[in-house]
């Protein structure tokens, strides 16, 4: 249960610019403009308070496909925003609301050990869940998204909580989970990891992953595919051969390109297949 009692928040406004712990930012970073966007922060009301967000879409038009998008361990910073406008770009109403308001700002935080301790490891997933939920809601009531065209992404720590809203969100149509954790030791606050939800997923899940991820092995991956057969579940499960993880973070060493742009284009795909574009 969330404690809708605590009303301290952290986080009131995003971070500027790229987070301490993922300096120097590569010379291959995807800078997408706002030209045609209406694009910046925003406030999503909660069960406890507000949290900020970024939210990008279409200067023109109306009733736009809602895309939730997850952020990384690193919060919701420049590249989050910039996966919001690539988004917009193509007609979606995409919103990232920073999912760890009330924890702590990870932004400011240079070493990617203490980012963890001080912050992600005090996350509980259901207050993610109500999050999200209060995210859909609010691009609902904006008058410019159409919520029966839901999708979600999620991005390393947010590939873990893709597959798990769609184990929670009845309205959800469809999620695209990047390298997204698949297994671990569960606890009062992440009582339930993917591998769990196989059999529970009320949309169908896109994982992308890398088959050089030193994070995530192999095994786990193809732990995940059989326990989906074994379920009947309509997702899928892609491996990047040369890719390892984070490979869509073209601000980060560890980018490969050919495997973000196809896992972007089936993204893409995925989202029109089952009615979330």
């Given at each position: 249960m969330i404690d809708v009692n605590r009303r301290e928040f952290l986080v009131t406004k995003l971070a500027a610019g790229f987070a301490l712990a993922v300096q120097p930012i590569s010379?291959?970073?995807?800078?997408?403009?706002?030209?045609?966007?209406?694009?910046?922060?925003?406030?999503?009301?909660?069960?406890?308070?507000?949290i900020p967000a970024y939210r990008a879409m279409p200067e023109s038009g109306k009733a736009f496909p809602v895309v939730l998008v997850v952020q990384e361990i690193f919060g919701v910073h420049e590249h989050i925003k910039d996966i919001c406008r690539r988004f917009a770009k193509v007609g979606h109403l995409a919103v990232a609301p920073e999912l760890y308001a009330r924890q702590g700002d990870v932004s400011q935080i240079a070493d990617f050990r203490e980012?963890?301790?001080?912050?992600?490891s005090k996350?509980?997933?259901?207050?993610?869940?109500?999050?999200?939920?209060?995210?859909?809601?609010?691009?609902?009531k904006s008058g410019k998204g159409n919520v029966s065209k839901?999708?979600?992404?999620?991005?390393?720590?947010?590939?873990?909580?893709?597959?798990?809203?769609?184990?929670?969100?009845?309205?959800?149509?469809?999620?695209?989970?990047?390298?997204?954790?698949?297994?671990?030791?569960?606890?009062?606050?992440?009582?339930?990891?993917?591998i769990d939800l196989a059999a529970s997923l009320k949309a169908p899940v896109l994982g992308l992953y890398g088959g050089q991820d030193q994070g995530i092995p192999l095994d786990t991956v193809e732990k995940m595919r059989q326990a989906l057969q074994a379920a009947g579940n309509p997702s899928e499960i892609i491996v990047y051969p040369n890719a390892g993880h984070g490979f869509c973070a073209d601000y980060r060493p560890s980018y490969h390109q050919e495997s973000a742009q196809d896992g972007w284009k089936r993204l893409q795909d995925w989202f029109r297949k089952h009615g979330a574009a």
């Open positions: 010379a291959e970073t995807i800078t997408t403009d706002s030209k045609g966007l209406v694009a910046g922060e925003v406030k999503i009301p909660t069960s406890d308070g507000e980012v963890i301790q001080k912050v992600v996350v509980p997933d259901a207050q993610v869940m109500s999050d999200l939920d209060a995210a859909a809601a609010w691009a609902e839901l999708g979600l992404t999620g991005f390393c720590w947010g590939g873990r909580i893709a597959w798990l809203y769609a184990a929670h969100n009845p309205k959800l149509k469809a999620a695209v989970a990047w390298y997204g954790r698949l297994v671990g030791p569960t606890n009062d606050l992440q009582p339930k990891h993917p």
